[in-house]
């Protein structure tokens, strides 16, 4: 933040879908200002600085990592750049909220993790859902023990798609599949529950590309087991499904950008009675207004990380997932 604005000045790069959406939420946010957009493609950048109202647009992300007039930067690339781009980032002196996951594994986010640390400035995996409303809610209902003790997640996250083999779904080059675009969001919410697996036991179905297409996994705790399942073959209600000794709580579709929940004690005809409770929580915007805001937070604090998302959750999260990796076979052709 400048000594004269009092505004957090955002660049944004790698300008796709997800980047589009973004700024439409970081302007509904107050003390927030879009000064760049950058783009490997000239044109792109105008376009969307055109159709978003930004000053400036770049040809290269790396003048936006140079622009001084930047203090955070939006990184909405693709899996595989993640790393490289932000650690260019931070070295110019600049946070970064990075889109998830993070990394590609866990050495890797180990590494931005230091160079935050080293630089002084604020990194973020831009898991949004760790914010929403309804999930936060759902957490402390749980912590509260308002089902009990909690024993069983069942959680997916799954589309139906039919994405070309280049796309950056299917395409090795580029750290794509089902868990890596979108499993990590189940792996998440089992995470947030019961903190990390004793046992991981997980399969896939492999595309012809080399990523998986379907991957379920089971993962063993303590007290508990957590199902997770996602994909891009199928068709889904994704809601997630919270057990405990003493009720359950469903997380409206679509659950990571849920907008309310429901908590059911007993079963309808139960002697001990049956309980439920719809609890609707609006979001403002599509809803990556929360994470906005954390950033906005915990920059005007001096922090260098979310206390909600830590450095060690996103080390946490890659960890799982490398495991999972390991177990199904999935070895990108840029990793060691
Ligand atoms: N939080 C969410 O709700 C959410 C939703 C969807 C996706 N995501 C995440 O956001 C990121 C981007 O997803 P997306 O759906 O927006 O993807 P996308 O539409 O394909 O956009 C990705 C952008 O990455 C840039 N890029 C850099 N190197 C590239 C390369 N070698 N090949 C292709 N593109 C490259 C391109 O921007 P330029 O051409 O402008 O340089 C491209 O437009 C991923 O990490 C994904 O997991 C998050």
Redesign the pocket.
């Known amino acids: 933040m400048s000594s004269e604005s009092k505004s957090l000045r955002w660049g944004i790069?790698?300008?796709?879908?997800?980047?589009?959406?973004?700024v439409r939420d970081l302007k509904l946010i107050e003390e927030v200002e879009i000064v760049a957009c950058?783009?490997?493609?000239v044109s792109?950048?105008i376009n969307?600085a055109g159709i978003h109202e930004i000053g400036k647009s770049y040809g290269s992300?790396q003048e936006l990592f140079e622009d001084e007039e930047v203090d955070i930067v939006y990184i909405?690339?693709?899996?595989?750049?993640?790393m490289n781009l932000s650690i260019e980032a931070m070295k110019n002196g600049k946070h970064v909220l990075c889109?998830?996951?993070l990394a590609i594994n866990q050495k890797d986010v180990q590494t931005m993790v230091d160079v935050s640390r080293e630089n002084n400035v604020f990194l973020m995996e831009?898991f949004?859902a760790r914010f929403n409303p309804t999930i936060r809610a759902v957490l402390n209902q749980v912590k509260n023990k308002s089902i009990g003790e909690v024993n069983y997640v069942n959680v997916d996250f799954t589309f139906s798609r039919n994405d070309a083999d280049e796309?950056?779904m299917l395409n090795m080059?580029?750290a794509g599949g089902a868990l890596?675009?979108m499993g990590v969001y189940p792996v998440f919410l089992a995470y947030l529950i019961f903190g990390k697996p004793e046992q991981i036991l997980a399969t896939s179905r492999m595309h012809t590309t080399g990523v998986d297409l379907q991957t379920s996994a089971i993962f063993k705790y303590e007290n508990g087991l957590a199902n997770l399942m996602t994909g891009f073959v199928s068709q889904s209600d994704m809601m997630a499904k919270i057990y405990g000794t003493e009720g359950r709580i469903y997380i409206h579709p679509v659950w990571h950008?849920s907008e309310g929940y429901t908590l059911i004690k007993g079963n309808k005809g139960d002697v001990n009675g049956y309980e439920e409770k719809v609890y609707t929580l609006p979001k403002l915007g599509k809803g990556?207004t929360y994470e906005i805001e954390e950033c906005k937070k915990c920059i005007a604090q001096n922090k260098i990380e979310s206390d909600l998302w830590s450095h060690q959750n996103s080390l946490d999260l890659m960890e799982i997932t490398d495991e999972i990796r390991s177990q199904i076979g999935l070895k990108y052709p840029f990793e060691d």
């Open positions: 790069i790698g300008l796709g879908k997800i980047s589009n959406q973004f950058a783009s490997r493609s792109n950048a969307f992300y909405g690339t693709t899996h595989n750049s993640h889109e998830k996951p831009a949004w796309s950056r080059e580029l890596m675009d950008e990556y």
